[in-house]
């Protein structure tokens, strides 16, 4: 994963503002007495999300800006901000998505990943052929580009397996997924060559939860937790384009408990090595 100094000077300045503008935020907040819940209230935020823009690793929207300009009694100071996020926010959205970078500063400084996949395979195992089949496949279509600015993105935040000391990581995937030809069968084969030598790593564990199996605890969207250096473990999801970085405990704990309960449900890790070559095989 590119560190936060290693971004382009355009990324590492969106993030200098960011952060100056949760600074700004949280001032004028604690200056009229309001807790994180009580202003976030005011302005359609959970407090949850509040602390995140205040420690700038979620992108404020200008529109919230506005409303909190007048409720901090803030006299313009926000308002004078509102050009420049709108700015960063456009240049973000080439290299990243603008809800991307609170996930990925909290990536970076993982100790420990844990992933649940149910349709394809997750960002960090892909392979680059692999990658550019999912990016050009997606709906409304993303111009050549986008496709090759989330490829390059894609492929350098897999410098987290080479970091050292490194993160435990661990995978749960669906059969399914080792089944679907994402890109043709050239890709997919590619694609579980790749599986079969992180899967070889010391601190990486993949297991496949079979298709046939009876019970599941999460019928649900692909997910992962990550546990950072110096923060509690937090969760994230997306459904049809909708992102969500989820930071309340009693939330990332049930997430949590469902995938312990999967990880006792799927294949060890030496049986899923063995299925995935069977596949391998096969194709």
Avoid: C
Avoid at 75 to 81: S, V
Avoid at 126 to 146: C, K
Avoid at 161 to 177: D, Q
């Amino acid at each position: 994963m590119t560190e936060d100094n290693d971004l382009p000077m355009e990324a590492a300045e969106s993030t200098a503002l960011f952060g100056a503008v949760g600074k700004l935020l949280r001032l004028l907040r604690e200056r009229e007495g309001l807790t994180q819940k009580a202003f976030g209230e005011l302005v359609g935020y959970g407090p949850d999300a509040i602390g995140a823009m205040e420690r700038g690793v979620r992108v404020p929207r200008p529109e919230m800006l506005e409303k909190a300009d007048e409720i901090l009694g803030a006299n313009g100071m926000l308002l004078e901000m509102v050009p420049d996020v709108r700015l960063a926010i456009q240049q973000a959205q080439l290299r990243h998505p603008e809800w991307y970078r609170s996930y990925a500063a909290l990536e970076a400084e993982a100790v420990e990943l844990h992933h649940y996949s149910n349709q394809v395979v997750q960002g960090l195992l892909q392979t680059e052929d692999y990658a550019r089949a999912v990016f050009t496949q997606r709906r409304p279509l993303y111009s050549e580009e986008i496709i090759e600015k989330r490829i390059t993105d894609r492929l350098s935040r897999q410098q987290v397996f080479e970091s050292w000391p490194p993160p435990f990581v661990s995978y749960v995937l669906e059969e399914a997924i080792l089944d679907r030809p994402i890109g043709g069968r050239a890709v997919l084969a590619g694609q579980l060559r790749r599986l079969l030598s992180v899967g070889a790593m010391r601190n990486v564990e993949i297991q496949v939860m079979p298709s046939l199996v009876e019970e599941h605890p999460n019928l649900d969207s692909a997910f992962n937790l990550l546990t950072p250096r110096e923060h509690g473990q937090a969760a994230y999801t997306e459904a049809q384009g909708f992102p969500q970085l989820i930071t309340d405990r009693k939330e990332v704990r049930k997430i949590a408990d469902r995938y312990g309960i999967m990880r006792a449900l799927a294949l060890t890790p030496r049986e899923s090595r063995a299925l995935i070559e069977k596949k391998l095989e096969e194709l």
